[in-house]
């Protein structure tokens, strides 16, 4: 059963402009908390019961106050994607059968991360990718996924506009057996960045299955526009 969840939260947060100047955007103030306090505590709420948060080596504040919450801390030194961000925690999740990796700048309802903990343990050995549909315009800037039954068959990383063959999208939400950490070190990079993505095309094309869940909502924060909506978003629940 999953029960150790990392948060991957060494991103730089560029787009949120004069924010992320003032602070890293997992200690961005939400309704005057962290926002990695409103990840950490959903998680937890789901049944998450050890965390590890994944920091930028240069976030002093944010690595300061990973020990203040209890989670155990790794350090990325330089921004390589989730993928490499996931190779910095290996040390941390050696006695792991599986593990759940969720990117700081998305909160998502208690009761959905519970679904996505139940279908993880129901096929542990299988990684599971959390999807959202949306317009196809939107996967210019994230993961299109083509699934077929329940089955991931291919993820294109930020495909060009218009050429995407699905609008089905990678939300920043996993769940992920062992090996994968594997994958992970063995993913070549693009763009300069090693992404999960194509770890799991590479698991995907050396025979294994990759899952999927659908997710109807979540509250993401990636630019400073989003700041006043997902604040009164938590306000209301």
């Known amino acids: 059963m999953i029960r150790t969840g990392v948060i991957l939260a060494a991103g730089?947060?560029?787009?949120?402009g004069e924010l992320g100047r003032r602070s890293s955007k997992p200690m961005l103030p939400i309704c005057g908390r962290p926002l990695i306090d409103w990840v950490a505590e959903r998680?937890?709420?789901?049944?998450?019961a050890r965390l590890v948060?994944?920091?930028h080596a240069g976030d002093a504040a944010l690595q300061q106050h990973a020990q203040g919450v209890g989670a155990d801390l790794a350090l990325?030194?330089?921004r390589h994607?989730?993928?490499d961000a996931l190779c910095c925690a290996a040390p941390l999740l050696a006695a792991e059968r599986a593990f759940l990796a969720c990117a700081c700048d998305s909160l998502f309802a208690v009761d959905d991360l519970r679904r996505m903990l139940a279908a993880a343990d129901t096929n542990p050995d299988d990684p599971l990718v959390a999807v959202q549909t949306l317009d196809v315009e939107a996967t210019a800037t994230?993961?299109?996924v083509?699934?077929?039954?329940?089955?991931?068959?291919?993820?294109?990383?930020?495909?060009?506009?218009?050429?995407?063959?699905?609008?089905?999208?990678?939300?920043?939400?996993?769940?992920?057996p062992d090996r994968m950490l594997v994958r992970a070190r063995d993913t070549a990079a693009m763009r300069g960045e090693r992404y999960l993505s194509t770890a799991l095309n590479d698991e995907i094309a050396a025979g294994g299955h990759v899952r999927w869940i659908e997710f109807q909502h979540r509250l993401e924060i990636t630019s400073a526009d989003d700041l006043a909506r997902v604040e009164a978003a938590l306000a209301t629940t």
């Open 12 to 16: 730089a947060g560029s787009r949120l």
């Open 43 to 48: 998680l937890r709420a789901a049944g998450i």
């Open 53 to 55: 948060i994944v920091a």
């Open 76 to 78: 990325q030194t330089e």
């Open 81 to 83: 994607g989730i993928a």
């Open 142 to 144: 994230r993961s299109a």
């Open 146 to 176: 083509v699934c077929e039954g329940g089955f991931v068959r291919a993820i294109v990383e930020k495909p060009a506009p218009r050429t995407a063959a699905s609008n089905v999208i990678s939300l920043p939400l996993y769940g992920l």
